[in-house]
């Protein structure tokens, strides 16, 4: 044998491609000697991991970079997600940690709309003093007129006490607002309660309006800027500043990839749930998003991230059962909680015990929302919009009038996602836009936050069930936020009424059923 034919066999067993087992059941073959040198993976939890560590611990394929196109035929085209995977990755790997971005209260030592507002509560007592100030030098020297109103103090004459209702401002809201940087309205409501009765009963019983301009000038002037300082403050300082640290909140989501959307922490054992895998998919790119219907153009996509936020935010809220705030219950042993969510404002939560299996609640609640209204009375219209995908959906429902007919019906364009798991079943959903439904003359278009429905199955019990409702709506409108707070309260206890006697009327005919 030949130098050459040696070379040859050489080249051939050098080139010979070697098995590697790919992501999702796919086969497919290296051109490389070893599986472990240069790829990334994607394993059950939707992290990319290196090494073969992670092959043993992981248990998926390997995913080459740089694969030659010709070598893999069909191969190369059924992995689309390669490319947006190692993008996804080099991005993550460039965005700032979240421990880098300074909090909006950290960034200055206060903040500019802040400063502008304590800087009027300034104007305002230097203000108030130069009117007195020219008031004391109308009829008589300063000085004399100093004696008068301060020594010899006259609740019906002197407007020495204007000026320290100015003084009382001015410290109230600069230690409150300037040294301890308050974010509530309390202080500023005091100050100008205060200020608002003191004048009128002295313009009442006093004897200002007789002596000069000035009777009219300073009480009219105190008066309007207390109530300009509330204004600024309320509408102002107290909005900008909210929205600064909800942009901050937003910076932070976005540098840590998969980081929970609010409230990260630990999540004990005894807390709610902790699903070992989704039937519904893995946290994958959105080209694999399942095995059937895919979302394929940009609004389907969009459609499907708006599902997993939601779902992700509704499992947040989940997790934090013990930060819920109890709000009311009813006879037959139902709850409502309310808890405070960055972005989204106050979310409701109902918590009932159902005595039927979570297969039955799935179906009528979840599967079947089109079929809802021939059961829920809260609910006068439902209709699907578009199937995006195996476990997306976008729908459209008009919800009926509620708080005797105080607040109008209201129609509302849903993205929802829904998820089967081990232990439970999950629907979520949050607004969104769609072509097929845009908002018209007819109802005043709601806008849903994050929420939806979760069934709990027990684990002792298959007969029964827990059934969770997470609601998060702006109804729109000009109606008082009371007014709403506890129309949706009684709207969801409404809904269960609704739902157990569906239930019951179900459940005849599923023992019929079972007997034939």
């Not at 590697?20 to 040198?37: K, L």
């Not at 939707?46 to 694969?67: F, I, N, P, Q, Y």
């Not at 004897?207 to 000069?212: A, P, R, V």
């Not at 021939?374 to 729908?395: E, F, G, K, M, P």
Request: charged content about 20%.
């Amino acid at each position: 044998m030949s130098s050459h034919d040696i070379l040859q066999i050489l080249s051939k067993l050098k080139s010979k491609p070697k098995p590697c087992t790919w992501n999702r059941g796919f086969s497919g073959n290296r051109s490389d000697t070893s599986c472990s040198n240069s790829y990334s993976l994607v394993g059950q939890s939707g992290r990319l991991v290196s090494g073969d560590d992670a092959l043993k611990r992981e248990g998926v394929s390997c995913l080459t970079a740089g694969m030659p196109g010709g070598e893999y035929g069909e191969l190369g085209g059924s992995l689309p997600a390669i490319a947006s995977l190692n993008a996804s990755y080099s991005t993550s790997m460039s965005l700032p940690s979240p421990y880098m971005l300074i909090p909006p209260a950290e960034r200055k030592a206060i903040s500019d709309v802040r400063r502008t507002f304590c800087l009027f509560v300034t104007f305002d007592l230097l203000f108030i003093s130069l009117l007195w100030i020219i008031e004391l030098n109308i009829n008589s020297s300063i000085w004399d007129s100093l004696e008068n109103e301060v020594v010899h103090y006259n609740y019906r004459s002197s407007f020495f006490d204007i000026v320290l209702l100015a003084v009382f401002r001015f410290l109230c809201l600069q230690v409150g607002y300037a040294a301890f940087r308050l974010k509530h309205w309390w202080v500023i409501a005091i100050t100008t309660l205060v200020t608002s009765v003191f004048l009128v009963v002295k313009v009442i019983i006093s004897n200002l309006l007789s002596q000069n301009a000035f009777g009219y000038v300073l009480p009219i002037t105190s008066f309007v800027v207390a109530w300009l300082e509330t204004w600024f403050l309320d509408f102002k300082v107290l909005t900008q500043e909210a929205d600064d640290d909800r942009a901050y909140l937003a910076a932070v989501n976005a540098a840590c990839e998969r980081a929970p959307m609010i409230y990260p922490r630990a999540v004990s054992d005894g807390q709610f749930y902790s699903p070992p895998e989704s039937m519904a998919g893995s946290e994958e790119d959105l080209d694999e998003e399942g095995l059937g219907r895919r979302a394929v153009t940009a609004q389907e996509k969009e459609f499907v991230r708006q599902g997993r936020e939601a779902m992700s935010v509704v499992e947040q809220i989940l997790s934090q059962e013990d930060n819920w705030k109890f709000e009311k219950n009813n006879d037959m042993g139902d709850s409502v909680y309310t808890l405070e969510i960055p972005f989204h404002g106050k979310t409701f939560i109902l918590k009932a015990f159902m005595q039927c299996s979570a297969e039955l609640v799935y179906q009528e609640v979840i599967l079947q929302p089109e079929k809802m209204v021939q059961w829920n009375r809260t609910v006068s219209a439902c209709q699907i919009l578009q199937r995006v995908d195996d476990n997306t959906l976008v729908s459209y429902d008009v919800s009926a009038g509620a708080a005797g007919g105080v607040v109008s019906a209201r129609d509302f364009v849903n993205v929802r996602r829904i998820e089967r798991k081990k232990d439970c079943y999950l629907s979520a959903g949050m607004a969104t836009d769609h072509d097929a439904k845009p908002p018209s003359g007819r109802y005043v278009r709601g806008e849903n936050g994050p929420g939806g429905f979760i069934v709990l199955k027990s684990s002792s019990n298959p007969s029964v069930c827990t059934f969770i409702w997470v609601l998060n709506t702006d109804l729109k409108g000009r109606l008082p936020r009371y007014l709403i707070h506890q129309s949706l309260a009684a709207t969801m206890f409404e809904f269960m009424t609704h739902l157990r006697q569906r239930i019951s009327e179900l459940r005849p005919s599923l023992r019929s059923h079972h007997h034939i």
